[in-house]
């Protein structure tokens, strides 16, 4: 894996949680209090910087046998989830634009709320919003960021390609300060459940114990491979009759 | 009582996600695929793709909207 496609995937992978994260911040700050939800997301990044802190050592030092079977295992069960939804989207089986109807779901939430006001936090509601996105999302981030990095032994870029992500997302936030129906949410789940799938293959079954044919250079043919088998069942659910549903699935982990 | 119960969502949502049985057989999969590279000249490696090549098409299946 060279040093470019190493950051691609981080970047692009750190980015679809930066949008889902920032989606609830600018939910909590328009429905209830800006000031409140820049507090929990301050909050929320004080927590994950110790956890980074305290973990990233302790992740790298760990078996590599051990590490990519986890990590594998981890990365499968995200990245099928992920590929689910892009699937179920493709397919016209679950809206498109669902970061929209997520926006306004938090939205509503949000404004129903009564959450009383805490000294330090303001309005507990956004706070708490706001924290449980940002930690919830922030942990993926550093999941991704430390475990591509670890394994392909460059901790730095990954970290640069997961940092890059966060800015460039929270720069389009500032500037548009609306909901981010304009990235192409799907495509990019899409491409992101691919990689994910791909590397946790590779990595669950070679940490396993399994011997891949052409070692690293098996991920060359994974990668395409479990692209062309997503777009097939993309094609063979869409046989189904038409049946594009406006409401979304519950917000989970995976995507 | 019900921060437990909060504490033990956050992170079932963060590692589950919205479909248990995906968890389940891919960790079956990875199992069955120490077992079978424990066997001599047995290659392990083309179990999980299978696993995958299964187990996508029914999570989506699952998650269907229901005809009426």
Redesign the interface.
């Known amino acids: 894996m060279t040093g470019f496609a190493l950051f691609a995937a981080v970047f692009l992978a750190c980015t679809v949680e930066a949008v889902e994260a920032l989606t609830i911040i600018l939910a909590a700050g328009t429905g209830r209090d800006w000031r409140s939800a820049l507090k929990g997301m301050v909050a929320a990044l004080i927590v994950l910087v110790a956890i980074v802190a305290v973990l990233g050592p302790a992740v790298t030092a760990l078996p590599l046998t051990a590490l990519r079977l986890v990590v594998g295992g981890l990365l499968l069960v995200f990245g099928i989830g992920w590929l689910r939804k892009a699937i179920l989207r493709a397919s016209g089986n679950k809206a498109l634009h669902d970061e929209d109807a997520a926006y306004v779901k938090e939205l509503e939430a949000a404004q129903k709320a009564s959450g009383g006001r805490r000294p330090l936090a303001g309005d507990w509601y956004a706070f708490t919003l706001s924290f449980k996105g940002v930690l919830l999302e922030g942990l993926e981030v550093v999941f991704i960021a430390l475990t591509f990095g670890s394994n392909q032994h460059d901790i730095p870029l990954a970290s640069l390609g997961a940092l890059a992500a966060v800015a460039v997302v929270a720069a389009t936030g500032i500037a548009v300060r609306a909901p981010l129906s304009r990235v192409p949410e799907n495509t990019m789940k899409f491409a992101v459940g691919v990689m994910l799938t791909s590397f946790g293959l590779f990595w669950g079954a070679e940490g396993a114990g399994a011997d891949w044919p052409g070692s690293d250079a098996a991920l060359l043919v994974i990668i395409p491979a479990v692209l062309v088998v997503a777009l097939a069942y993309v094609a063979l659910f869409r046989r189904r009759p038409a049946a594009a549903v406006a409401e979304t699935t519950p917000h989970t982990a995976a995507s | 009582m019900q921060k437990i119960k909060a504490f033990g969502l956050?992170w079932w949502?963060?590692?589950?996600?919205?479909?248990w049985l995906?968890?389940a057989v891919?960790?079956l999969g990875?199992?069955a695929?120490?077992v079978?590279?424990?066997q001599p000249g047995i290659?392990?490696?083309w179990?999980?793709?299978v696993v995958?090549?299964v187990?996508?098409?029914v999570?989506?299946w699952r998650?269907?909207?229901k005809k009426r």
């Open positions: 956050f949502d963060f590692l589950i996600g919205d479909d995906v968890a891919v960790v990875l199992a695929t120490y079978l590279g424990q290659p392990a490696w179990l999980m793709p995958v090549l187990i996508l098409p999570s989506i998650q269907l909207p």
